[in-house]
């Protein structure tokens, strides 16, 4: 991306100053004011063209390049030469890279365009479910469930479909945020899950932030990696894919008492609960997969590259039992190639191909060229995140704008009646 050769390019010009300083080994305040306000100048240019914006990543490097003017403002009315040395102008150097460290980590990032003519509006609520003890916590208090919900704006008597989103190990609410406005943009209302100490970050109701459980994360990692004996895989699985299908009935629960309500408020009185689709990535992916099979209203499932954990239903003899009843809605797997072609190794071991078999209706796609996160907004948001957690040789933006327009199709088909549904196999 362009931002890297500028910060290259603006760290240089740091690292060229301190080199000024050390080889005359003075700090001359007249030459060092002339240079961190060109700094200063250069980081405004980059600023005003959009190189990276006015965004709060940006406050960091400002304040380092203020500083830098600040001091050497006072050093030249006070006229004194401070000796230069190395070790300071490393320090300086270091300080500065931690600074531009968030602009690095979060670059500008260009809004994904919606194809809806709906305006969108969007809240938040956290829920407490007092029928669970939350599992994580050794104080006795309920689980609390943190929404969001996007939904079109409209003055008029509108009934829209539901869908209900289920973020992957270490996303939150925001990881598919183009997708909700996709799909609110053209006449949806759309409710993103967070599963607290699943998420990588959630807000609870009193305010009180909560990250991932450490033991969830490091056990995420060691099924991941090769070598895991498919019974412990197995036995790390039920819990992950039993707390979220909890946490996907509960809110679905709610939603259907605040529609239920005479005088519900937005979203709810929008929502239509009897055409209701869920989709989620990752492991989200396998819960809306598990709860779609028995929640009634659900007209329609998307799992974005995941495993359908909770079809599986034992492990036991060396071989996965799982479960063949046909599933009962339509069923729409979309995966990376890579992802695709891996299963197709494990032949009847691989639950999602047993799932799709024996399903009334359901189409798998896979995509050239994407990696896991490609499914989510995270390449977008972070490039360098999304690159460590796997993305793929393919344009992100495009990437997720064409796997929106899939969903959304698929949606419409289904919840709406509406249009047709050219899904290719391969995109």
């Known amino acids: 991306m362009v931002i890297y050769w500028f910060i290259g390019v ?23 004011l002339g240079l961190c306000l060109g700094e200063l100048l250069l980081f405004l240019m980059f600023s005003i063209i959009g ?64 194809s809806g003519s709906y305006a969108c509006e969007t809240t938040s609520y956290v829920w407490t479910d007092e029928s669970r003890v939350e599992s994580f916590r050794d104080d006795g208090a309920f689980r609390q469930v943190a929404v969001q919900f996007w939904y079109p704006a409209t003055e008029k008597e509108e009934r829209f479909p539901l869908v209900v989103f289920s973020h992957g190990a270490f996303g939150y609410r925001m990881s598919n945020y183009s997708t909700y406005m996709e799909l609110a943009s053209n006449g949806y209302v759309v409710c993103s899950v967070e599963h607290p100490y699943h998420a990588i970050f959630s807000e609870l109701e009193d305010g009180q932030i909560i990250m991932a459980d450490k033991d969830f994360i490091n056990d995420v990692f060691r099924v991941n990696e090769e070598g895991m004996p498919e019974e412990e895989v197995f036995a790390l699985n039920r819990p992950w894919i039993n707390l979220r299908t909890e946490d996907m009935n509960f809110v679905l629960d709610r939603i259907e008492e605040e529609c239920g309500r005479e005088t519900a408020d937005l979203p709810f009185r929008l929502a239509d609960t009897q055409r209701t689709g869920l989709m989620g990535h990752s492991l989200g992916g396998a819960a809306a997969v598990t709860v779609g099979r028995e929640r009634p209203g659900v007209k329609a499932v998307v ?80 490039p360098p995140l999304a690159g460590l957690l796997g993305t793929g040789k393919r344009d992100a933006r495009e990437c997720i704008m064409t796997m929106n327009r899939v969903v959304l199709e698929y949606f419409d088909y289904y919840l709406k009646e509406k249009g047709e549904l050219p899904l290719q196999e391969v995109y």
């Open 51 to 114: 190189v990276w914006g006015w965004r709060n990543s940006c406050i960091f490097p400002a304040a380092f390049l203020l500083w830098n003017l600040a001091g050497a403002w006072y050093a030249l009315v006070r006229k004194r030469r401070k000796k230069a040395g190395s070790g300071r102008a490393v320090l300086r150097l270091l300080v500065l890279a931690f600074c531009l460290l968030p602009v690095v980590l979060f670059p500008p990032m260009k809004p994904v365009p919606v």
């Open 303 to 382: 799992d974005l590259d995941g495993t359908m954990l909770g079809e599986e239903l034992d492990y036991a003899d060396g071989k996965y039992l799982m479960n063949t009843e046909p599933y009962p809605v339509p069923l729409l797997c979309i995966d990376t190639t890579g992802h695709y072609e891996e299963g197709l190794m494990y032949g009847d071991q691989y639950v999602n191909h047993v799932i799709l078999a024996e399903a009334e209706e359901a189409k798998e796609i896979h995509f050239d060229d994407a990696e896991h996160m490609n499914f989510t907004d995270l390449p977008l948001f972070s």
């Open 10 to 32: 603006f760290f240089l010009a740091e690292a060229i100053k301190e080199g000024i300083f050390v080889y005359s080994k003075r700090r001359l305040p007249g030459i060092q």
